[in-house]
T-cell receptor, first 114, second 110 residues
């Protein structure tokens, strides 16, 4: 299995508080992604990164920001959490872009916003 | 952008029977079609993928077929076993963007 670690695995937070989720990889892959998974919606891309300090928006990026200061770490921040951001968040990595190689997913972070 | 639809949303099969899940895509430029399996409470994992220059690919009990003219691709699982029970996601990639279908729940009845 690809070396991907997400932290925390579970988090409960209150509406309006900032939250940061961390993804750490040991594979030295260039591409990293954040997805959210909700019933009836499948996997939706929030943001992705194609290198250190290089990031771009996905289809559901509103309310989220990301940062990648090192190859191995990709952070997802909810500046002011809302109940609609309650979800399971998956980090993924790939050797080349989305059209070229498989995604390897982390174990997910279950976030509950109360 | 690419739009991927999966049918049926839920599929129940008797153990030992075959299961087929079909996905349709909208962008004729899409050229990479992976399938992911997600067991309850686990992460999605790639089980098979196919590129547009190939019509069929097999890996033991799993096969994927691609019809570029009709813009659909299908996952075939033969001799189903209880451990095949999971949610299966198809995806299609064009212009370096991957779009996922909403997933199919497959239930294998012992």
């Amino acid at each position: 299995d690809a070396g991907i670690t997400q932290s925390p695995r579970h988090k409960v937070t209150e509406t309006g508080t900032p939250v940061t989720l961390r993804c750490h990889q040991t594979e030295n892959h260039r591409y990293m992604y954040w997805y959210r998974q909700d019933p009836g919606h499948g996997l939706r891309l929030i943001h992705y990164s194609y290198g250190v300090k290089d990031t771009d928006k996905g289809e559901v990026s509103d309310g989220y920001s990301v940062s990648r200061s090192k190859t191995e770490d990709f952070l997802l921040t909810l500046e002011s959490a809302t109940s609609s951001q309650t979800s399971v968040y998956f980090c993924a990595i790939s050797e080349v872009g989305q059209g070229g190689s498989p995604l390897h997913f982390g174990n997910g972070t279950r976030l509950t916003v109360t | 952008g690419e739009n991927v639809e999966q049918h049926p949303s839920t599929l129940s099969v008797q153990e030992g029977d075959s299961a087929v899940i079909k996905c349709t895509y909208s962008d004729s430029a899409s050229n990479y079609f992976p399938w992911y399996k997600q067991e309850l409470g686990k992460r999605p994992q790639l089980i098979i993928d196919i590129r547009s220059n190939v019509g069929e690919k097999k890996d033991q009990r799993i096969a994927v077929t691609l019809n570029k003219t009709a813009k659909h691709f299908s996952l075939h699982i033969t001799e189903t076993q209880p451990e095949d029970s999971a949610v299966y996601f198809c995806a299609a990639s064009g212009n370096n963007r991957l779009a996922f279908g909403k997933g199919n729940q497959v239930v294998v009845i012992p």
